[in-house]
């Protein structure tokens, strides 16, 4: 007798119950991957949105850069002198035309020129053993090395007392001498007999300059000016002044003023060079300067002009010791204003050589001159600014229906239909279209000869919406001749060109932001519907696997039982 056979499924030890489970799995899992792909492709609009968006914004941007930077009303300007040194300049909206400027005179600046020969001489005797040739107080400080007198090289150092320069000479000629004058404050050298001979070639030492030595043609020569001048580094009272200053308290202080302006200074701590700086910074509208060749302080106005300088201060003070004050010799050399005429009309004046439409009356035109000469500036539109602008306009304006054809086209090839990624989007096919309405539209306010872009020569290609330039002499033209019509047509108003195209753009941006806003909730709302249908899924596959489980564990009693009454079978069978 054969044994008991328990069939079917749990007899088949080799059943995959979790091939099953995943399989049965996967089909309920169909709804999700369908709301994945949507949300990819939602992804892939909201990124194409964001790009269109760009681009956009890029044209927008085009538009407003000609209206914040006035383009259209740009000028340049010219001038028929080649390479002139003239700097001339225009304003947006400056009066185009050609204007003949003649310059009869330049302004100049004011000066209070202080008396010459202010300093003291070199000595005060005719003893200039203590003067040495490194603290001699000269113009040009003296250089150590050669010069040469009749022939004769003579070596000195810059610690050389002038007096050794003379016994060097007489040492190295054997019938020079020198000396000193201390009231011309002057050097004579002077030959026993025959023509006496400066310098040479190959001297190294700058002596003889620095002296104001030169030949001329006789046995003797003299310094050409007064020796000394203002040691500027020195304290003032021990700067080599000739007059002293004694216009200030116990400790040395004393101040005076220029042009209203109080500067204080201390005789043994300030310097004159530390005064002349004080002067130039303190706002009294001078600047400070010494003529070392004329041994002088001079005050020069910042500014051109017939406008004078006023010093003041008690007597015995420091513009006195400087020559600065009426009473020490010092004069006021007046300014003078600019001279010009324009076109051959009357005599105009300017303070400054800065000639701009409040003196000449030339709306917009500035010109810097600096020669007293005639010539012709010429104030043009700015073509080329414009047309860059333009320009520019018209390749942000292409890129944006660029993208637009690019992702709404539809291609059928026989019965073949392929899309785009927004070939169902309605309102990007009718954002490019309306942008092509608008650039083909004239605006109506517009008054000149510019009512379109069609009148500049810009036109569509005619196969697509793309814009270009057909006619680049039309362009020309009106942006040379007609830049106020052009500035009309673009920028006149709420209602020009720009203004109309800029405020659409607003909206298509809002309206694009919307759309992406609008696709991120819609997958939003597809995660929680994933996560959903995920959590049916999980508790599903729960729900098999445990029910799989239980059959197993079913099976696996069954086939116990199975081998108990097969081995108890046969056992009784056998006693039998």
Known sequence: MSGIQISGLLSNSAFDWKSVVDQLIAVDTVPITKLSKEQDVNRQKIAALETLNGSLTALQDSLQAMRADEVFAARTVSSDTANTTWKSSSVTGAAIGSYSLAVQRLATAATQRGAADISSGLSATTNVTGVTLATMRTATAVTAGTFTVDGQAVTIALTDSLQDVFDKIATATGDVTGSYDPVTDKISLTRASGELVLGAANDTSNFLAALKLANNGTGATSSSAALGTLKLSASIATAGLRSAVTAVDGSGNGSFTINGVAISYNVNTATVGSVMSQINAAGSGVVASYDSANDRLLLTNKTTGDTGITVTEAAGGLLGALGLT???????????????????????????????????????????????????????????????????????????????????????????????????????????????????????????????????????????????????????????????????????????????????????????????????????????????????????????????????????????????????????????
């Open 326 to 576: 009426t009473a020490a010799g010092g004069a006021l050399v007046h300014g003078q204003n600019a001279e010009f005429r324009v076109n051959g009309g009357a005599l105009l004046t300017s303070a400054s050589n800065t000639l701009d439409e409040t003196v000449h009356g030339i709306s917009g035109l500035s010109v810097t001159v600096n020669s007293e000469t005639t010539q012709t500036l010429r104030v043009e539109s700015d073509a080329a600014t414009m047309n860059t602008a333009i320009q520019n306009f018209i390749e942000k304006f292409n890129a944006v229906q660029d993208f637009i054809d690019t992702n709404t086209k539809i291609s059928v090839s026989g019965a073949n239909v392929s899309t785009s990624l927004l070939s169902d989007n309605r309102e990007i096919q009718a954002l490019g279209r309306q942008l092509r309405q608008l650039a083909f539209d004239s605006v109506s306010s517009a008054t000149g000869s510019i009512t379109r872009l069609d009148s500049l020569g810009i036109d569509f290609d005619g196969t697509t919406g793309k814009l270009t330039l057909k006619n680049s002499g039309k362009l020309s033209t009106a942006l040379g001749e007609h830049p106020e019509d052009v500035e009309n047509f673009f920028v006149d108003g709420a209602t020009g060109f720009i203004s109309k195209m800029y405020d659409h753009l607003v909206n298509d941006l809002s309206a694009g932001r919307q759309q992406q806003n609008n696709l991120t909730k819609v997958n939003t709302a597809i995660d929680a519907q994933v996560a959903t249908l995920q959590t049916r899924l999980d508790a599903e596959r729960e729900s098999l696997t445990n029910a799989f489980i239980r059959m197993l564990d079913a099976q696996s009693a069954a086939q116990s039982q199975n081998t108990y009454l097969t081995n108890a079978f046969f056992k009784n069978n056998s006693s039998s």
